[in-house]
């Protein structure tokens, strides 16, 4: 034994070189890789500040990690349509102000590759949904997938092509997925953007219209409907900003700028790179200063 040097001297010594040199390795292996859920919340949270590519990266590895889960999918989807509505500047507070700015809306044309992206996630989402509802009906990943594939089928139906009663049948199927899934799983918060916005576009329909479409089994309450965006707004994992974007234009439309500014500063808080909520802020501030100057 070296003279002078402590047998407990040499041992710390030891042990500190061995932690330097293993640790590092020891750490990345132990790292929790992220999970698929983990990667879909990266990839919604970049497509709402409009980074499409890094949306799709993520969404894409999610993928990777779990081939039969459609919801990678859906994401991608979702990521098309997102960022058709940014391009064509297509989610704006007035069109659904009113039923007439609603119904006098423009119809839009689709880029013609993020089309194809939409259609083909949609499709092949579809199919792994069905493709484990065949293994148990109860599936919850493919209840909402169907909910959501079949919720975007609506929008791009009515947005796009303005084709009302087609959207509406796949509200309707949306409305049933997403409500087959709620029965047994209630948190499942993303479901109810799709019950929600079915029970809300049919329930704003006028009366006449309301009672012939409840005969052809559709759901129309637009309170109800209301409610349920909002469950979506406060918890959803992947859709909450999406359900605040609408519940904020709801209260527009109600006026009720108070809330509706809350709502559009937390998402410009959340997404500083997606303008279209210092766009709406700016509508409600001009809104309200031309409400102080008629009172003058």
């Given at each position: 034994?070296?003279?002078?040097?402590?047998?407990?001297?040499?041992?710390?010594?030891?042990?500190?070189?061995?932690?330097?040199?293993?640790?590092?390795?020891?750490?990345?292996?132990?790292?929790?890789?992220?999970?698929?859920?983990d990667?879909?919340?990266?990839?919604?949270?970049?497509?709402?500040?409009l980074?499409?590519?890094?949306?799709?990266?993520?969404?894409?590895?999610?993928?990777?990690?779990?081939?039969?889960?459609?919801?990678?999918?859906?994401?991608?989807?979702?990521?098309?349509?997102f960022?058709?509505?940014?391009?064509?500047?297509?989610?704006?507070?007035?069109?659904?102000?009113?039923?007439?700015?609603?119904?006098?809306?423009?119809?839009?044309?689709?880029?013609?590759?993020?089309?194809k992206?939409?259609?083909?996630?949609?499709?092949?989402?579809?199919?792994l949904?069905?493709?484990?509802?065949?293994?148990?009906?109860?599936?919850?990943?493919?209840?909402?997938?169907?909910?959501?594939?079949?919720?975007?089928?609506?929008?791009?139906?009515?947005?796009?092509?303005k084709?009302?009663?087609?959207?509406?049948?796949?509200?309707?199927?949306?409305?049933?997925?997403?409500?087959?899934l709620?029965?047994?799983?209630?948190e499942?918060?993303?479901?109810?953007?799709?019950?929600?916005?079915?029970?809300?576009?049919?329930?704003?329909?006028?009366?006449?219209?309301?009672?012939?479409?409840r005969?052809?089994?559709?759901?129309?309450?637009?309170?109800?409907?209301?409610?349920?965006?909002?469950?979506a707004?406060?918890?959803?994992?992947?859709?909450?900003?999406?359900?605040?974007?609408?519940?904020?234009?709801?209260?527009?439309?109600?006026?009720?700028?108070?809330?509706?500014?809350?709502?559009?500063?937390?998402?410009?808080?959340?997404?500083?790179?997606?303008?279209?909520?210092?766009?709406?802020?700016?509508?409600?501030?001009?809104?309200?200063?031309?409400?102080?100057?008629?009172?003058?």
């Amino acid at each position: 034994m070296l003279s002078g040097i402590r047998p407990s001297a040499v041992f710390l010594g030891i042990l500190f070189f061995t932690l330097l040199t293993v640790s590092p390795l020891q750490a990345q292996k132990g790292a929790k890789a992220p999970s698929v859920d983990d990667r879909l919340a990266q990839s919604y949270r970049a497509m709402y500040d409009l980074h499409f590519p890094e949306a799709f990266k993520a969404a894409d590895e999610a993928r990777a990690g779990a081939p039969d889960d459609p919801l990678p999918l859906v994401a991608q989807g979702w990521i098309a349509f997102f960022r058709e509505l940014d391009r064509l500047h297509a989610l704006r507070s007035e069109v659904f102000a009113t039923d007439d700015n609603f119904n006098g809306r423009a119809s839009y044309a689709w880029d013609a590759g993020n089309k194809k992206i939409f259609d083909s996630a949609l499709d092949n989402a579809e199919k792994l949904a069905q493709a484990r509802l065949d293994h148990d009906q109860n599936d919850g990943r493919a209840l909402l997938a169907l909910a959501l594939t079949n919720g975007l089928h609506g929008d791009d139906i009515g947005l796009f092509t303005k084709k009302d009663l087609k959207a509406l049948s796949y509200i309707k199927a949306a409305t049933t997925y997403g409500e087959r899934l709620l029965a047994r799983s209630p948190e499942a918060y993303d479901a109810y953007l799709a019950t929600g916005l079915g029970k809300y576009v049919i329930g704003r329909r006028s009366a006449p219209v309301r009672w012939a479409l409840r005969l052809g089994g559709y759901k129309g309450d637009e309170q109800e409907g209301i409610k349920e965006l909002a469950l979506a707004a406060d918890h959803a994992r992947y859709l909450a900003p999406f359900a605040r974007i609408l519940v904020a234009f709801e209260d527009v439309r109600r006026n009720n700028p108070a809330e509706a500014r809350r709502k559009l500063e937390q998402l410009h808080q959340e997404f500083p790179n997606n303008p279209l909520f210092l766009e709406e802020l700016g509508k409600l501030n001009r809104t309200s200063a031309q409400v102080v100057n008629n009172g003058n």
